[in-house]
C-alpha cells in the first residue's frame, strides 16, 4: 500500500469513507448521536445514516476543526461533523439495543456499526472520570458507554464466528487487561466464568468494589495466575496497540498457554485501517512495509514517569507481523479489519 504522498493518503481516505460516533446523549424522549463520516469518494450526497435499519435525517458538514490536525491530507476533514437528533418513540423496533449504522442492513456489517443499550441503568455506577479517560481517552461518560457496548458485541459476534452456535454458554473467558471493566461489564450477567486482569491496580480495585471478586492484578510481564489450557476464550481489545513487538510475542504466547485446545484468543491492533490516523512519516511507511511493525514512540496516557507509562507506546502493524511471531506455533490466525471503534483490526489466533 502506497501512501507515503498526501495525495495517495486523500485518495485512500475517501475510497475507504471511515466514520466515527463519539458522543452519544440519550434521555427519556430523545436519543442524539454526534461524530464524522467521510462520504464516498467525497460525495455528499451519497451519504446515509440508518438507526435500526431505517434511514434517519441528519444535519452534515458540520465543523469538526479537531480533525485538520488527524487528516491534514484532505483540506475538507475539518467539516466532517455529523449530528443526528431522534424521538426515542420514533426509533424503530427498539428494545434494548441499538443499532447505528451507514448501511440499510446492519448485519451485513455487523462489525463496522455502534451499538448502545436503551436502558438508563447501564449509564449508571460508571468509574471515575480519571478511569475512563485512561481507557477511553475521554472522561465523557455517554460515550464510554457507546464504545464499551459496541466492542461487547462485536467481541460477541466474534465467538459466535469462531466458536460456533454454542457461544453463548462460552465458560470461562478472560478480558486481558480488562482496564476499569468498559467492555467485560455488560458479560458479567450472562457469564459467571468471566475473569479481567490489568496492570492498573487502581482500575482493578474499582473493578472488585463494584463488580465482581474475579478481577485481578497482573504483572508487566508474564506468567499470568491461571493454569494450563483454562480459558475457552481470551480477549484483549487496545492492548497490542500500546506493546512493543517482544512484548507482543511474550504475551501472545501466554495467552495461548492459558486457552484450551480449539478456543481463541481475539486482540486488535492497530492495522490498515488506523494508518492514516497517526499521521505517519513517509518514512514509518516505508518502515511498515519492510517490517510489519512501527512503534511511534510512548502514550503518556499513564503518565511520563510511571511503571505502566515507560512501556506503553502507540505502535501500527499488518497481519504480516502476527504470521513471523507465531510461525511454528499450534495456532491458526485469520483477521478482521476496522473492528473495534471502527478502526482497529482484529486478529483472532485458535489453538490447536
Known amino acids: 500500500m502506497e501512501l507515503t504522498q498526501y495525495s495517495e493518503r486523500k485518495n485512500f481516505f475517501l475510497r475507504s469513507q471511515p466514520w466515527c460516533v463519539d458522543r452519544l446523549e440519550i434521555d427519556d424522549s430523545q436519543v442524539v448521536l454526534s461524530g464524522w463520516a467521510v462520504p464516498c469518494d467525497g460525495v455528499w450526497e451519497s451519504l446515509e445514516f440508518f438507526v435500526n435499519d431505517q434511514a434517519v435525517e441528519f444535519s452534515c458538514k458540520l465543523d469538526r476543526s479537531d480533525l485538520l490536525q488527524v487528516f491534514p491530507f484532505w483540506e475538507g476533514s475539518g467539516q466532517i461533523g455529523f449530528r443526528i437528533s431522534i424521538e426515542r418513540k420514533d426509533i424503530h423496533g427498539a428494545g434494548e439495543t441499538v443499532v447505528v449504522s451507514r448501511h440499510c442492513n446492519s448485519s451485513s456489517s455487523k462489525y463496522g456499526n455502534y451499538y448502545f443499550p436503551m436502558s438508563r441503568d447501564l449509564y449508571e455506577n460508571l468509574p471515575p472520570a480519571r478511569l475512563r479517560s485512561q481507557v477511553h481517552g475521554s472522561d465523557d461518560a455517554s460515550s464510554f458507554v457507546l464504545e464499551g457496548f459496541s466492542s461487547y458485541k462485536k467481541i460477541d459476534f466474534l465467538f459466535k464466528e469462531h466458536l460456533g452456535d454454542g457461544h453463548q454458554k462460552v465458560l470461562p473467558v478472560l478480558d486481558w487487561g480488562c482496564g ?13 466464568g468471566l475473569h479481567g486482569v490489568d496492570v492498573n491496580g487502581e482500575a482493578i480495585d474499582w473493578c472488585l468494589a463494584n463488580l465482581s471478586p474475579r478481577f485481578e492484578v497482573s ?34 504466547a501466554e495467552l495461548l498457554r492459558v486457552t484450551r485446545t480449539n478456543g481463541i484468543v481475539i486482540l486488535s491492533y492497530h492495522g490498515s485501517s488506523s494508518l492514516l490516523r497517526f499521521n505517519l512519516s513517509g518514512e514509518d511507511f516505508e518502515d511498515l512495509q519492510q517490517h510489519g511493525y512501527v512503534n511511534l514512540g510512548k502514550n503518556h496516557a499513564f503518565g511520563k514517569d510511571s511503571e505502566v507509562g515507560a512501556k506503553y507506546f502507540d505502535t501500527v502493524q499488518l497481519p504480516s507481523s502476527f504470521q513471523r511471531i507465531v510461525e511454528g506455533w499450534p495456532v491458526d490466525l485469520s483477521f478482521h479489519e476496522g473492528v473495534f471503534g471502527n478502526h482497529q483490526d482484529v486478529v483472532v489466533l485458535t489453538k490447536k
Open 180 to 192: 476499569c471493566a468498559r467492555v467485560c461489564r455488560y458479560m458479567l450477567e450472562e457469564n459467571e
Open 219 to 252: 504483572q508487566h510481564k508474564p506468567p499470568l495466575p491461571y493454569p494450563d489450557d483454562y480459558f475457552q476464550a481470551v480477549y484483549g481489545v487496545s492492548i497490542l496497540t500500546h506493546l512493543s513487538l517482544e512484548d507482543q510475542a511474550d504475551w501472545m
